[in-house]
Structures are given as structure tokens and as C-alpha cells.
């Protein structure tokens, strides 16, 4: 069974990597956040892999993390969501946060991404609320040389703090979450950097 790979970045393109792995380049599907948190074409990488088999067609998703990777297998149990769907999932929010809506029955989150509608999004919160908490919290792949764990929890615990000091100014649990930025730069910025970021965008509404 295929567990990870590692090799080099040889192109990123929307939605996928191809990563070389001896003489052989992989097509790797990935999530936003995923791609965000990978090195440059070029760099090597590791990622943590699940192979989905249909009967037309073999497809490799990649994650930078065993807990993402446990999240992405609980989701694609949910009757309507499929794996791309799931990535679309992944892509919108980091885990943290998607663990922490399900935990609170918070639809919000969910229904605010592509593809999840509000039935959708409550069979998802009752099927998965027993589930998560027994998702592994482990470290992260990413470059060869691995990214300290410490990276991705400092920037998931700066991004929960945005989202109660929002919410304590009166604003929902939903429009927190969208307000708050997500990709690589939020992955680095401060506590007070997200908030003045969420505010300015809560604004624009």
C-alpha cells in the first residue's frame, strides 16, 4: 500500500504536482492549502499519499500531513463527497478549523464552500462529530528536510485566536472564518496582523 513519496517538484499547476520519484514523475492531486505550503518547482518534497481506485481511472492525492490525510479519508466516507470534493473541502479551510466547526455543529464553515449545501453540511457535522477526535495530530512532510510541527500549530493557534477575538466583537462564527485570510502569507502573520486583515475585510461586506 502506498503510504508517502519523496522526490522532486519537476511543476505545480492548479490542483496538482508532478513529483519525480526516480525515473518516474507522479501526477499528485493537492488542496490549496497544500500547494500554498510546498516548496517551488525544483525543490524536493514529501508528501503523504492516498491512492484512489475507480474502475476508469487510478488517481494519487497528496497531503503535507497524516492528520490531513485522515480528515480527507473521513470526508470521502460522507455519502456526496467524493474525493475532489474533498479536496475542495481541504482547500477552503485548514483541519483545525474544519474540526472545530464539526465539533460545534457549526454549518457555517461548510456551507460557505463550493459544492456543500446545507443538508450536505449537517449529514456531514452528524456523521463526522464522533469521528475526528480520533484523528492523529502528527507532524507535517513538505520539503525533504521535513518543517518543524511547531510551524503549522503556531499558525493554526494564531488563526483560532483571530476567529474568537472576531467573534467576540460581535461577529459570527462564520463570517469569521471567511473573513480571515488563508494561504501561505496568513500561515506567517501574527495574531493582530489576521485580526486588522479579518476586520478590514468584514468591511468590505
Not at 67 to 78: G, M, W
Not at 126 to 144: N, R, V
Not at 150 to 171: K, R
Amino acid at each position: 500500500m502506498l503510504d508517502f513519496m519523496e522526490g522532486q517538484i519537476i511543476s505545480k499547476q492548479p490542483g496538482s504536482i508532478v513529483v519525480q520519484s526516480g525515473a518516474i514523475g507522479f501526477r499528485v492531486l493537492v488542496s490549496g492549502q497544500t500547494m500554498d505550503r510546498l516548496p517551488a518547482a525544483g525543490h524536493q518534497a514529501m508528501v503523504y499519499l492516498h491512492l484512489h481506485v475507480r474502475e476508469d481511472e487510478l488517481s494519487l492525492y497528496g497531503f503535507l500531513s497524516q492528520e490531513e490525510r485522515a480528515f480527507f479519508n473521513l470526508l470521502i466516507q460522507v455519502s456526496g463527497i467524493g474525493p475532489k470534493l474533498a479536496l475542495g473541502v481541504l482547500s477552503a479551510y485548514a483541519v483545525p478549523v474544519l474540526k472545530k466547526a464539526i465539533l460545534f455543529g457549526d454549518d457555517g464553515p461548510l456551507t460557505s464552500i463550493s459544492g456543500i449545501g446545507k443538508k450536505t453540511a449537517q449529514r456531514l457535522i452528524l456523521e463526522l462529530k464522533d469521528k475526528i477526535g480520533k484523528i492523529p495530530d502528527q507532524g507535517m512532510a513538505g520539503t525533504a528536510e521535513n518543517l518543524p510541527s511547531s510551524v503549522g500549530t503556531a499558525a493554526e493557534d494564531n488563526h483560532s485566536q483571530a476567529i474568537a477575538a472576531l467573534m467576540a466583537l460581535g461577529y459570527s462564527t462564520a463570517e469569521a472564518y471567511k473573513a480571515l485570510p488563508t494561504g501561505h502569507g496568513a500561515s506567517e502573520a501574527t495574531v493582530e496582523e489576521l485580526i486588522r486583515a479579518g476586520l478590514k475585510q468584514l468591511a468590505r461586506y
